[in-house]
């Protein structure tokens, strides 16, 4: 088998999801329910799956997050749920009918629903002692409500473009409350995006699936690969270890090194912060794979959340590739709404307009994101451990920020120049890519260091410390 | 927005995806960034085409990329703010 024809077969395999004749094998033995899943039924299905996904976080989230101020059983509970499903269904009442509403709700419908939200917060560190049951309820709807921020933010934009779905509100509890997956950030965005998308015929409706697959394929892989790595890198206990006879390359974790601050051998060190960057792609690109898989063969043949992101060879190329929904919320939220918005008084700095907006994204939104998702310890009334919790964050989110800036503002001075192809260009730009963020992710990576030790930890990199 | 516009429009795309190694054709109805044939930063050098090429305002629309997301609908979009 000559190289050539070896590479060929390697991807019809890999491809086999877009191969006629597996096609024709899926429509074939599979026809009854690829004709029985109608549109209509797989939105019925989706949403009926998602009152369970609201049932069981009003009962197990809220116990779950174990903070005495949400402690309050079934009544509890159930008064929560129903409460959840009622703002969501008034959320959906308001984007219906946005146009008629009072001017600053009708023109800054996202920032009138983070006020409010706030305002549920605020109820919760306000409420007396006295009256626990009401300073429960409050401080379980705050939770509740900060972790569907984002995705009650994609019903209301459903608005803007008169593209409001025409199944109602059922069609929105779909993403409000995926049964096929997620964290705060909504993979497959709102109704809106998931139905451009959406299988319209039988054919349409296989290939998603066949796609589906690929992706759940690819997950369970690269899930075995993570083991591995972990393994063999850090000698974490798993199935590999024992398979390895407890040999590892002995690299520390990067949230210990960071925590440790110096002392960290320097090659080590190196060794950790790009390992870190491995670790964190995988374990991105098998939980994403295996969420956007379960929407495919559902009938939504969505973007990937993770598409090689390794290879990118710049910045900007990277951020895009790597986690694209959760980029797609920071440009939907923060990115265009600033640049849009700064038309009229920028219109003659369009560097300065774009650098706003990268930043406004990049740097503030992704803070807000994270301190958003601090909520147990928001609900706890302890604001001021969230902020101290977002300093390394914030240097994190800026370096992002000014990374993206730079490498958009490069790609823009290039034009239609082409970068050299040949592999040690290419080989060094992607090193490039890698090398940076493997470097900021110093000041993102979970263990609790302090930013001055992250930072300690940064210097002894070069020698410095 | 008339027909001269248009293909303005049309050569300015083709331009941006060219310099993204995208050299197919662009249909009018065919979808430009959902679709990922190009991404957020191309969007901003749109915007920037269309207000200072067609005097348009994004300031007071409430954006939406499906506004952009074609010529057609960027056709349509230019029109109706223009009136």
């Keep these: 088998m000559t190289p050539g024809s070896f590479r060929l077969a390697a991807r019809k395999i890999g491809q086999f999801h877009e191969q006629q004749p597996v096609i024709d094998w899926w429509c074939r033995n599979l026809h009854w329910l690829l004709n029985w899943m109608t549109p209509g039924r797989r939105r019925a299905l989706l949403a009926i799956a998602a009152l369970y996904v609201a049932?069981?976080?009003s009962f197990d989230d809220l116990a779950a997050i174990a903070a005495p101020q949400v402690d309050g059983g079934v009544l509890l509970s159930v008064s929560v749920l129903l409460s959840t499903l009622g703002f969501a269904w008034f959320a959906h009442r308001i984007s219906v009918r946005l146009k008629s509403m009072p001017r600053p709700q009708r023109q800054h419908p996202q920032i009138s629903l983070h006020l409010l939200i706030w305002a549920i917060f605020c109820m919760a560190w306000l409420a007396s002692d006295d009256f626990l049951p009401g300073r429960n309820y409050f401080a379980a709807m705050a939770f509740m409500l900060s972790t569907l921020a984002w995705r009650l933010g994609y019903m209301l934009f459903s608005s803007h473009s008169s593209r409001v779905s025409p199944g109602g509100f059922k069609d929105h509890l779909i993403y409000l409350f995926p049964a096929y997956g997620g964290t705060e950030t909504p993979y497959g965005k709102g109704i809106d995006y998931m139905a451009k998308f959406e299988a319209r015929t039988a054919m349409d409706l296989a290939r998603s699936q066949l796609s589906g697959v690929k992706l759940i394929l690819l997950s369970g892989i690269l899930n075995v690969t993570l083991a591995f790595f972990e393994a063999a890198a850090y000698g974490t206990d798993n199935f590999f270890a024992r398979l390895l006879g407890g040999h590892s390359l002995g690299i520390p974790e990067l949230g210990e090194a960071a925590a440790q601050g110096v002392g960290t051998p320097t090659v080590l060190g190196w060794a950790s912060v790009y390992c870190e960057l491995i670790r964190q792609v995988l374990h991105l690109a098998y939980k994403g794979h295996r969420i956007i898989g379960i929407l495919r063969i559902s009938g939504f043949n969505v973007m990937r959340n993770t598409y090689k992101p390794l290879l990118a060879e710049s910045v900007h190329d990277f951020w895009n590739r790597y986690y694209f929904y959760f980029k797609e919320l920071l440009v939907t939220f923060f990115f265009m709404p600033i640049f849009m918005g700064s038309g009229v008084a920028l219109r003659h700095w369009p560097r300065l307009r774009l650098f706003i907006a990268v930043l406004g994204a990049a740097a503030f939104g992704n803070i807000y994101y994270h301190f958003l998702k601090l909520h147990t310890t928001l609900?706890?009334?302890?604001?001021?451990?969230?902020?101290?919790?977002?300093?390394?964050?914030?240097?994190?989110?800026?370096?992002?920020?000014?990374?993206?800036?730079?490498?958009?503002?490069?790609?823009?001075?290039?034009?239609?120049?082409?970068?050299?192809?040949?592999?040690?260009?290419?080989?060094?730009?992607?090193?490039?890519?890698?090398?940076?963020?493997?470097?900021?992710?110093i000041w993102d990576v979970r263990g609790g260091a302090s930013f001055s030790a992250r930072t300690s930890f940064f210097l002894s990199l070069f020698g410095f410390l | 927005m008339n027909s001269n516009e248009k293909e303005k429009v049309r050569e300015f795309l083709t331009g941006l995806m060219g310099a993204r190694g995208d050299h197919g054709p662009i249909e009018d109805s065919q979808s430009i960034f959902v679709s990922g044939r190009l991404d957020s930063l191309a969007i901003t050098n749109l915007v920037l085409f269309l207000e200072t090429e067609f005097g348009v305002s994004f300031a007071d629309t409430a954006f939406d990329i499906d506004l952009i997301d074609s010529i057609a609908a960027i056709e349509e979009f230019v029109t109706r703010v223009r009136v």
Excluded: C, N, Q
């Excluded at chain 1, 490498?407 to 290419?426: N, T, V």
């Excluded at chain 1, 730009?429 to 940076?436: E, P, Q, S």
């Design chain 1, 379 to 441: 609900v706890e009334g302890h604001v001021d451990h969230a902020l101290a919790a977002m300093e390394s964050p914030f240097f994190y989110s800026l370096l992002l920020a000014l990374g993206i800036y730079i490498s958009m503002r490069r790609r823009e001075r290039r034009g239609a120049g082409k970068l050299s192809s040949d592999p040690l260009s290419r080989g060094l730009r992607i090193f490039g890519v890698w090398t940076f963020f493997s470097l900021i992710f």
């Design chain 1, 55 to 57: 049932f069981r976080s």
